[in-house]
């Protein structure tokens, strides 16, 4: 994909359903009783899988015209044993909430992926899960795809989670469901909550305070219609590039709210960001606004301790944010990048490294030295659709014109993303 710089951005748009939500949707939907409607899915190659595997376990799912799914689900305990494996893609997501989900069902399977998947440790989930008497075994002792599933009944546990994860605490909160006794899960820090207030939202019985979580098994959960708000980390790149392009000014509607994900926000702001919040409202227990920002002269900032998990998938765009504004920006605690679609400290550094930027790799993220003039370069996605996508908005704001090859990643979680961005060049 060839980008040219922009010399003002103007518009309103929407951007695609919120992965998280979409992919819990499926999954909650599946193991109700009943039709679950969703609409506003995100038709993103990552969602898909997980569309994909719940088929294979014997759920009928409808993709319908205009983003809707119908999913029938068959209640707790309607799944089937796949006749092949669970293949799930780029997605992270799928492939840690199945191990949950799966560790309790009264039947065996095989949890894959693509390379990215087969590199991503899965350990952090299977340890606890064994805990609760789970049987699952893998490569690199247990921790890599492929993953053996034998189902076993699940005991309740109190755990302290050793990371902020959405993903780890959502697999154990859906072993939990099935599991006997009461799961009492604590939290390093806050991370995002959709599994907590989804399920709740299905008849689920779990109650957060603070750090900690407390679940208890349920024999039935009710099939419900969901709306899925407009995703926050792919309204991040409009939200950057509104800022950091001259002239413009962008609103993007009906973008999810939730605090758990807003810490980009925050931050923008806190760098002198002109960003409004209008038009809120709630949506299946979620909150959803419209997002307006105009250009603004940035200043760095630091970006460390319990707001990283706030903002875990829009640091790359915004380490761009950081190379636009005049000063350092620091950002810290953020190992957890390492072990994403790919080691995001590493490919956001090399990347802006090739358009001049100033900024240095550190053990748990990145200083950069911002207001240098950004110059048009070859940019590399590694298949990593959020590099794809914040390299595209750095090359708005570069002397000349830049490349992103691998831009196909993008159709992981915002297909469509380059059409968008076209729309808003004035
Ligand atoms: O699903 P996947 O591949 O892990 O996707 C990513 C992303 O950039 O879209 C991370 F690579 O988002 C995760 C996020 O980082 C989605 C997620 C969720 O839906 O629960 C939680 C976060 O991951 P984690 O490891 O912190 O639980």
Request: charged share 20%; hydrophobic share 40%; net charge negative.
């Amino acid at each position: 994909m060839i980008i040219s710089p922009a010399k003002s951005l103007k518009g309103e748009i929407t951007v695609p359903g919120d992965k998280s939500i979409s992919h819990r949707a499926v999954m909650f939907g599946s193991i109700a009783n009943g039709i679950t409607e969703i609409d506003g899915f995100l038709m993103g190659e990552d969602c898909l899988s997980t569309i994909d595997c719940f088929r294979k376990l014997g759920i009928h799912i409808e993709i319908l015209p205009g983003n809707k799914v119908k999913v029938h689900g068959k209640g707790m305990y309607g799944l089937q044993p796949p006749s092949d494996i669970l293949y799930t893609g780029n997605s992270g997501t799928t492939t840690r909430l199945l191990l949950g989900l799966l560790a309790g069902q009264n039947f065996e399977c095989t949890i894959d992926g693509d390379e990215s998947i087969r590199r991503r440790p899965m350990g952090r989930v299977i340890k606890p899960l064994k805990l609760m008497g789970a049987d699952i075994s893998g490569q690199k002792d247990d921790n890599l795809c492929p993953l053996a599933v034998k189902g076993q009944p699940l005991h309740g546990i109190r755990y302290e989670l050793p990371i902020a994860s959405a993903q780890l605490k959502s697999a154990l909160l859906l072993a939990s469901l099935y599991a006997e006794g009461n799961t009492f899960l604590i939290e390093p820090e806050k991370s995002r909550d959709h599994s907590e207030l989804m399920l709740n939202y299905f008849g689920a019985n779990i109650i957060t305070h603070e750090l900690g979580i407390h679940s208890t098994p349920v024999s039935e959960l009710y099939p419900q219609h969901i709306t899925v708000p407009g995703d926050i980390s792919s309204a991040a790149y409009f939200i950057v590039a509104g800022l950091i392009v001259p002239n413009s000014e962008i609103t993007i509607k009906n973008v999810g709210i939730n605090p758990t994900r807003t810490g980009i926000i925050d931050v923008l702001i806190s760098m002198g960001g002109k960003i409004d919040i209008s038009n809120t409202k709630t949506l299946n227990n979620e909150p959803v606004a419209d997002i307006t920002v105009k250009s603004s002269s940035l200043a760095g900032t630091t970006v460390e301790g319990a707001i990283i998990p706030r903002l875990i998938d829009e640091i790359p765009v915004i380490a761009v944010a950081a190379a636009a504004a005049k000063g350092t920006t620091v950002i810290k605690d953020a190992q957890e990048l390492k072990v994403k679609e790919s080691n995001r400290i590493k490919t956001v550094v090399t990347e802006l490294s090739k358009a001049g930027v100033d900024i240095q790799e550190t053990a748990d993220g990145m200083i950069i030295n911002g207001g240098n003039p950004i110059t048009g370069a070859q940019f590399e996605s590694y298949n990593d659709h959020r590099i794809a996508m914040s390299m595209a908005v750095a090359a708005l704001i570069a002397e000349s014109e830049s490349t992103v090859n691998g831009a196909e990643a993008v159709n992981i979680s915002f297909p469509g993303y380059f059409e968008i961005l076209k729309s808003l060049r004035v």
